[in-house]
């Protein structure tokens, strides 16, 4: 396909963010197969310059006929794109469903809802559409669009195969059981349910320190958060780390003993496989996909029964045959989400649509 | 507000763990033995916990609802409290115009977003005011529900025993 031009269109860009990060690892694979590709962001952070095209300079060359469109949330891209004569590839990271925000968020709770209705409008120029996992190719499924298929998450081990932050490991170090939980502040998120957990494992653990490291993305959540656990007597064992860099995150898995979620909606769940990766215990909530990314690895739970989960953790702590066994199992896990079978994976779906 | 019950997706234990020495059974049974011995050794944890954005129901009125009008403005507020922000953009003549109609609309666009985005933020700030004060209301129709229940009950008793107490001194 030498030549031929293939770009990537995307509502937001920002450093560290899984979606942005996806688009980044297939721009490079698309030019490996020679193709001509950019990215382009209607929405993009300043450092984002150097790799990211704004949305008001692209402008479509005579010979291009296909685009690869990464949707997650009603925006004006969708809009700009379907006016274009381009055949689309859809890439679909799922939506986070209006609910969860429309009692904090009416901004972004109305944004869901018009991610959702924007599919129509997306699927008659959509040639295929690529969900990251099964939990979110059924919802295409239902939205009408009827050629589709899984193309999962890849994780790009040169990231996380990286000298660790010594000075944050050392910090770390010093606090007792580490438990993390990554991914912005949000409701959907549940992080108030972690801090729950952790007034029942301080209990048991008396020292057990909670880690949440994300953006804090819903306005007064984190504040809510910080407030729950004043009231429930667990402060000094909360850090609202916010965003970090890459080379905290790695950190913070490296130094932490279980990663553990009660998210109620992921449409994948990178944070999850970045832990099977780094070889940290992961412990979640089976809600949405995670059960799918999860595989056979790490431990399930359907219950947010918060006292015999703090038990779990206890026994995950002291138990170190158990822990080598998930461990173990974890790495077998996370080799399905590494590069050569998942770029392998994106080259049979450009086949499909004879791009390949 | 208690532990969160959501709906189990198997039908399996709660747990599920894939390992060669223990099964998902077994450590269901091993963690719930351990927290109840430890509930047996250093009694109860509250686990009463407030969710965010949680919103109290409405109580529905129960027998004889008393002040109608109480239960009429509670339904009212309990069904307007979140008022939404929706980016309706009308058409416009001005759109139809070639060139000049997109950049019109582009603009026009990108302004009601910017007002929206500020907007949003006194909304969202007032919605959690709203939302927090109708549950308030919410609880305390339902407290008073409770309480009007028990003095009938009460009142009931005291009337009965009154009855006897006549019927003896005749």
Redesign the interface.
């Known amino acids: 396909m030498k030549g031929a031009t293939l770009h990537q269109f995307l509502t937001g860009a920002a450093a560290g963010d899984a979606i942005t990060d996806q688009a980044l690892l297939m721009r490079r694979w698309l030019r490996d197969l020679g193709f001509e590709s950019e990215i382009y962001a209607w929405h993009m952070h300043r450092g984002m310059v150097a790799d990211v095209r704004p949305m008001a300079t692209y402008r479509q060359s005579s010979s291009e006929e296909w685009g690869i469109y990464h949707h997650s949330i009603g925006s ?1 891209m969708p809009d700009s794109l379907v006016h274009r004569d381009l055949r689309l590839i859809l890439v679909y990271h799922n939506i986070t469903p209006p609910e ?1 925000f ?6 972004r ?2 944004l869901a809802r018009l991610g959702m209705r924007q599919l129509e409008i997306l699927r008659p120029r959509t040639e295929l559409a690529l969900a990251v996992s099964g939990y979110n190719e059924a919802e295409l499924q239902r939205a009408g669009f009827e050629r589709t298929a899984v193309q999962p998450i890849c994780l790009p081990v040169e990231r996380y195969d990286i000298p660790l932050n010594e000075r944050l490991a050392a910090g770390l170090a010093r606090s007792g059981p580490r438990l993390l939980f990554i991914g912005r502040l949000a ?1 959907n998120k549940r992080q ?2 972690l801090v ?1 957990l952790l ?2 494992l301080r ?2 653990r008396p020292e057990a320190h909670l880690y949440l490291v994300g953006d804090p993305w819903e ?3 984190d504040r ?2 910080e407030q ?1 656990a004043g009231e ?1 007597g667990v402060r000094s064992g909360l850090t609202l780390a916010g965003k970090v860099s890459q080379q905290d995150m790695v950190t913070y898995i490296r130094a932490a003993d279980v990663y553990i979620s009660m998210s ?1 909606h992921e449409g994948f769940g990178v944070p999850l496989i970045e832990s099977m990766y780094l070889g940290l215990p992961v412990v979640a909530y ?2 949405a996909a995670v ?1 799918e990314t999860m595989g ?2 790490g ?14 953790i ?2 995950l702590l002291a138990d170190d ?2 822990r080598s ?2 461990i173990e ?1 974890q790495r077998a896990r996370v080799q399905a989400f590494l590069e050569p079978q998942v770029r392998r994976q994106f080259i049979a779906q450009l086949a499909k649509v004879g791009l390949f | 507000m208690n ?4 709906s ?3 039908n399996g234990p ?9 099964s998902s059974d077994e ?2 049974k ?3 033995r ?2 109840a011995h ?2 047996a050794e ?1 009694g109860s ?1 509250s ?1 009463d ?5 949680h ?1 109290s129901t409405y109580p529905e009125p129960t027998g004889d609802a008393g002040n109608a009008y109480l239960f009429y403005y509670l339904k009212q507020a309990n069904q307007f409290s ?6 309706d953009l009308a058409s416009s003549p001005a759109t139809q115009t070639p060139v000049l109609g997109r950049l019109w609309s582009r603009i026009r ?1 990108e302004m009601h977003n910017l007002v ?2 500020y907007v ?2 006194s ?2 700030e007032q ?2 005011l709203n ?1 927090n004060l109708i549950s308030v209301l919410n609880e305390m129709v339902r407290t008073i529900q409770t309480q009007q229940a028990e003095i009938d009950d009460l009142r009931g008793e005291v009337r009965r025993l009154t009855g006897e107490d006549e019927q003896t001194a005749r």
């Not at chain 1, 429309?102 to 901004?107: I, K, M, Y």
């Not at chain 2, 916990?49 to 954005?53: E, H, I, L, R, S």
């Not at chain 2, 979140?82 to 980016?87: K, N, T």
């Open positions: 004006e969860f429309e009692n904090s968020d009416p901004l709770a109305h409701p108030e349910d729950k007034h029942c209990r048991l306005v007064g959540y809510w958060v729950l429930l109620e089976g809600a059960p056979d690895a431990v399930l739970f359907y219950r947010k029964k918060y006292e015999p989960l703090a038990e779990l206890d026994l045959a158990l066994r998930i199992k | 532990e969160s019950e959501l189990p997706q198997t709660w747990l599920e763990i894939h390992d060669d020495v223990i450590l269901v091993e963690v719930e351990r927290a430890r509930r250093l944890v686990l916990f407030p969710a965010f954005g919103v979140s008022p939404v922000v929706e980016p666009g929206l985005f949003n933020r909304v969202r919605n959690q939302l």
